[in-house]
């Protein structure tokens, strides 16, 4: 079963714009994780952040966390062609990682 | 490059044949995991290890599919008589196992049965 659910589930945008996405869980966590996936490859870890954490940054990202609301989001901020790609989220309960079905950026130049 | 590697990249096998996949996970990883995800869904975890030892295995793996870490280094998973619902893509995980839980993915091995 997938916990996570990704919002939307498909997010088109030119080149320079931001990007959003959402995220929802189910149960308690220990860190929520967000990853990165280029059309059938494997997943690239691009930021986690602790369950007592509110916001975090790296880079280009920023990853916000709402426990109270089981949600969190990712900011993609000035969007590359580079990019395009699947994004998930995923809970992380003592070790299992439960993801959801992702959402599928296009950047567009 | 000292990242998580994994062979085959894709099999191609028939309905019941076995197929058997290794993983060899970032040097020194206690921990390893192995997932699989189907076309349009994110990975879904199957089972995992701390060394040598399996501590959890999903309601996923079924009896036709089994997995080991005999020396606490690389992995295999097998999966017996193999059914056309097998075809997905099978990643592994390590992570260092001690507070930094940051899972690294390998590039996956792609499963079809015929």
């Known amino acids: 079963s997938q916990q996570g659910e990704e919002d939307p589930q498909a997010l088109s945008i030119q080149e320079g714009e931001n990007a959003t996405m959402n995220c929802s869980y189910k149960?308690?966590?220990?860190?929520l994780q967000w990853y990165r996936q280029n059309s059938g490859r494997g997943l690239v870890h691009l930021i986690l952040?602790?369950?007592?954490?509110r916001e975090k940054h790296s880079g280009r990202l920023r990853v916000t966390l709402d426990t109270s609301k089981k949600s969190s989001s990712l900011l993609i901020t000035a969007s590359r062609a580079a990019d395009t790609a699947s994004y998930f989220c995923?809970?992380?309960?003592?070790?299992?990682?439960?993801f959801g079905a992702g959402t599928q950026v296009v950047v567009t130049p | 490059d000292t990242g998580v590697s994994q062979d085959p990249r894709h099999k191609i096998t028939k309905r019941g044949q076995n197929v058997t996949f290794r993983c060899d996970p970032i040097?020194?990883?206690?921990?390893l995991y192995w997932y699989r995800q189907t076309l349009g869904q994110g990975p879904e975890f199957l089972t995992y290890?701390?060394?040598?030892?399996?501590?959890?295995k999903s309601r996923l793996l079924s009896d036709r599919f089994s997995a080991e870490r005999p020396k606490g280094s690389f992995s295999t998973l097998e999966i017996q008589r193999t059914e056309q619902g097998d075809s997905a893509m099978y990643l592994c995980?390590?992570?260092?196992?001690?507070?930094?839980?940051?899972?690294?993915f390998g590039p996956g091995t792609r499963l079809l049965v015929l």
């Open positions: 995980a390590s992570s260092p196992g001690t507070e930094e839980e940051t899972q690294y």
């Open positions: 149960t308690s966590i220990n860190n």
């Open positions: 952040i602790r369950s007592n954490e």
């Open positions: 995923a809970t992380d309960s003592w070790g299992k990682l439960q």
């Open positions: 040097s020194e990883h206690n921990r």
């Open positions: 290890f701390q060394n040598e030892a399996q501590l959890e």
